[in-house]
């Protein structure tokens, strides 16, 4: 059943029964969390058992929380006798069509793609930042607080010259081994921390080569490589490509996967509506809870906050893989 705060919870149980699938494209707002579940065991498409199994398990308690008429075509024929020549101007304009950061001065109150770009940039350069597109006070508060850092007066206004200081500074952190956790990158790609084992490495490479997939009802449930993944088919492709998993499970089989508890190095969050797996201090969910949520849509995103969408109430079992 839905939350009071419509969030809605993407996950699936897989299955033959299943083939229809539904695509959900509403962005993914702050506090989303997909609310389709379906309660299947059957996984036709795959033989053999899941990760190991036990019993138990250390359970998170709940938060307190027209159709227009065609036109005919006239056919007019333009006759001249000379050839025009064609000139392309490129336009910026202040309605929000501008798509590169940089193209325009951003302020309070603007809208674009290259204010999403912005969100997401300062958010990776440590000024958590949510990634809507809107250039609100908190925006406006990050950009400030970014002014500051580099010794200029803040005034919270992206001029092409801040823009190019905070690609810079995205720049050099991409470029700086992670250490202790993992780093989300201005791609929205994660790299694990320098010394990681081999398993670990291989869990953060399956969850980039899924991170810019949309959310898709049954997603990752009839197929390894699909169009998109819910949150149970992302966080068993993950667990697949590590070797740690053999055929997909659902959040409630989820439950009972591996060891009981939290782990050193990969930990799985399920219980009977939604899962997700935070991987060297990060979360790999289909739930914006603590983004960047990079790239913006729905689906499966790397997000800063490990623990974030524990938020949203559910009763989560706490697993990990033998070891990990």
Known sequence: MPHANLRVVTRFAGGAAFAATIALAAPAFASTRHAVHAHAHAHAAYTGSGGTT??????????????????????????????????TTLVITPDGASQHLGQRVLKLGMKGHDVRVLQGYLSIAGYPTGIDGSFGPDTRTSVMAFESAQGLTPDGIVSFALATELRAAVAAIDTVPAVGKARINADGTATAPTGAPAVVLAAVAAANQ??????????????WN????????????????????????????????????PGQWITIYADAQHTFVVIAGIAFDTADYGGPNIPS?????????????LADGGDYIVRHPAGL
Do not use: F, M
């Open 297 to 309: 849509g729905t689906g499966p995103r790397w997000r800063s906050d490990p623990t974030g969408n």
């Open 210 to 223: 899924i991170h810019t997939k949309p959310y898709i009802y049954a997603g990752g449930h009839g197929q």
């Open 226 to 261: 699909d169009n998109g993944y819910d949150c149970s088919g992302a966080v068993s492709y993950v667990l697949h490509g590590a070797g740690l998993l053999s055929s997909p499970e659902d959040s409630s089989e989820l439950e009972n996967y591996g060891s009981p508890g």
């Open 54 to 87: 036990t019993s138990g398990g250390a359970r998170i308690a709940p938060a307190t929380s027209k159709n227009k008429a065609k036109a005919k075509s006239s056919n007019k024929a333009a006759k001249t006798s000379k050839s025009a020549k064609t000139t």
